[in-house]
């Protein structure tokens, strides 16, 4: 099983890091223009195609499971109808996009708040690489077949290739003909209809025998018609999630200045170059999982299935040890600007945590896919889109804007004691990075399930402080409020998710204070002051 999870597995590591490697080296490129919102520019079409691109994506992975299914059942009439099925697909939905980039192009600046700069580029960007469409999809269909038929090698020539042509083109027009943004995308362009053709080459060498399998009768039998788009259907929506989370990524780091968006599109590449690696054992399991289901043998199933795992997560291993040991080596490849290096360090953490989790979740997308089980696929895409990546992005971003008003109020803390549960440390971290806060988080594990009692002793324990934070969980910060201000419980006010609400006590000291002995002085919410910024720039 091993011997055949390689076989299919290595090429497609091979091909499937090279796709990194050329937006790599786009970035490599456009990072030593002249302004940096050429690489902003990059950030956002990339960002644009990726919406559109990734929104096909079915195209692939549908295509290749329902060919592996086929090829394991040994039905040739349906390999050949399932090529059919999706070439017309991409044909016409590549179509499309050419009749409406001028609304589509509109359309995304309507949402993304860029600067004039980046806003500019980023349209002569898509306008003149939108023309790929019609060869990009077709290699979708056509790359998703190959694999399905347990050929990895071609479709890791295709992509070499069109990588290869990528590259001497963008360096042609970038530093030959003087162009920018413009070379980078004009090059996209003769780089994807050079891997059609190869593409098509590489089909009739090989499967001649295929195409006078090709019927439009078998291609539009209702039944199979409904299979092909019901599992592209889920597959779709689960891609839409995915680059929901990554364009609303990138559209709130554009928001954040020139900067950071620089930093993030770096970062950002680095993740992708794990998920292509991974993603060589996610596509080895779509191929072999297929395969197995349709042939009816779960003993290999379930073999394909733990063996990939373990190989997914063995590389996951390696890349994350390799990021955190050699981070600025790493961010010099991709920008010489050291305050882009510098401020890409701070949060360099993450990229190499990435590769540990990640890994699982792109070897279950291949399971998954390959037994065309897609409907399990999407819930858990929505569930992990719209009820946790939203809520925690919204809870979490208003932590550090508090922090920056205790700053600018001149308000800092002495001691800041937190509850060791995650979203609370987390809470009480990027509050303190937003305050510049110097001193060390104290985390107590009694504010954790604590009573107001609890709360009310662990601050008098503290007696050499002038001021005390608390970072802990509701309903018993509200009742300390009011066992502090009322001597009961009775909460005199509700705190949301980052509210701030200061007690000054009326006890001679911290560690005399008793319930009662404490005046709210003040209360603030996130949503008050994020209102309060809008209209006057600054909060003090």
């Known amino acids: 099983m091993n011997k055949k999870i390689l076989r299919l597995a290595i090429p497609n590591i091979i091909s499937n890091l090279s796709v990194p490697l050329l937006s790599s080296v786009d970035t490599a490129i456009v990072g030593r223009l002249d302004h940096v919102y050429y ?12 919406i559109i691109y990734w929104g096909f994506g079915f195209l692939r992975m549908g295509t290749t499971g329902l060919t592996a299914q086929a090829f394991g059942s040994e039905n040739r ?43 500019e580029y980023a349209r002569v960007y898509f306008m003149v690489r939108i023309w790929a469409a019609p060869a990009t999809l077709s290699l979708y269909a056509i790359q998703g077949w190959f694999l399905g038929m347990q050929n990895a090698r071609y479709p890791m020539i295709l992509t070499v290739f069109v990588n290869l042509v990528n590259i001497g083109c963008t360096f042609y027009f970038v530093y030959g003909q003087g162009m920018s943004v413009d070379g980078v995308a004009l090059g996209t362009v003769c780089a994807q209809y050079s891997g059609l053709a190869m593409g098509l080459l590489l089909f009739f060498r090989k499967y001649g025998h295929v195409a006078r399998s090709f019927s439009m009768r078998a291609i539009s039998q209702v039944a199979e018609l409904k299979r092909f788009f019901m599992v592209n259907r889920d597959i779709f929506i689960r891609t839409l999630c995915l680059i929901f989370a990554f364009s609303f990524f990138t559209a709130k780091s554009a928001e954040a200045g020139d900067q950071i968006l620089a930093v993030n599109a770096i970062l ?31 003993k290999n199933l379930r ?18 040890v390799v990021y955190a040991i050699f981070p600025e080596q790493i961010l010099y490849i991709f920008t010489d600007k050291e305050d882009v290096i510098a401020l890409a360090l701070v949060y360099f ?4 945590m990435a590769p540990l989790i990640n890994s699982f979740c792109f070897i279950w997308d291949g399971v998954y896919i390959g037994a065309t089980a897609t409907k399990p696929m999407r819930d858990s895409m929505l569930v992990a889109s719209f009820l946790i990546f939203l809520p925690v992005y919204y809870r979490l971003k208003d932590a550090p804007m508090m922090g920056e008003l205790v700053r600018e109020a001149d ?26 806060f110097k001193g060390n988080l104290i985390f107590d594990e009694n504010l954790y399930g604590g009573s107001a009692e609890t709360y009310r002793k662990i601050i008098s324990a503290y007696s050499g402080s002038q001021t005390v934070m608390l970072i802990g969980h509701n309903p018993v910060i509200e009742e300390f409020l009011g066992v502090m201000c009322n001597g009961h419980v009775s909460a005199p006010l509700r705190m949301p998710t980052a509210a701030l609400a200061c007690l000054e006590l009326t006890a001679p000291a911290i560690s005399e204070i008793y319930p009662g002995s404490g005046v709210l002085k003040w209360f603030l919410i996130p949503k008050v002051v994020k209102k309060i910024r809008g209209e006057q720039g600054s909060v003090s």
């Open 39 to 50: 690489l902003g520019a990059i950030a956002v079409g990339g960002m644009i195609f990726n």
């Open 77 to 119: 009439s349906e390999e050949a109808s399932v090529l059919g099925r999706a070439m017309l697909v991409a044909l016409g939905g590549s179509m499309l996009l050419l009749l409406l980039q001028v609304p589509i192009i509109d359309l995304c600046f309507r949402i993304i708040d860029s600067s004039a700069e980046v806003e």
């Open 268 to 298: 950002l590449q680095l993740w992708h170059i794990l998920a292509y690696g991974v993603d060589g054992f996610a596509y080895a399991a779509e191929a072999l999982v297929g395969r197995y289901t349709g042939a009816g043998d779960r």
């Open 303 to 320: 073999l394909a299935i733990r063996y990939n795992l373990w190989w997914g997560l063995g590389l996951g291993v390696i890349v994350s």
């Open 349 to 352: 953490v993450w990229t190499a």
């Open 411 to 436: 308000m800092i803390p002495d001691k800041i004691i937190s509850s060791p549960a995650r979203r609370a440390r987390e809470t009480a971290e990027l509050f303190a990075e937003g305050a510049g």
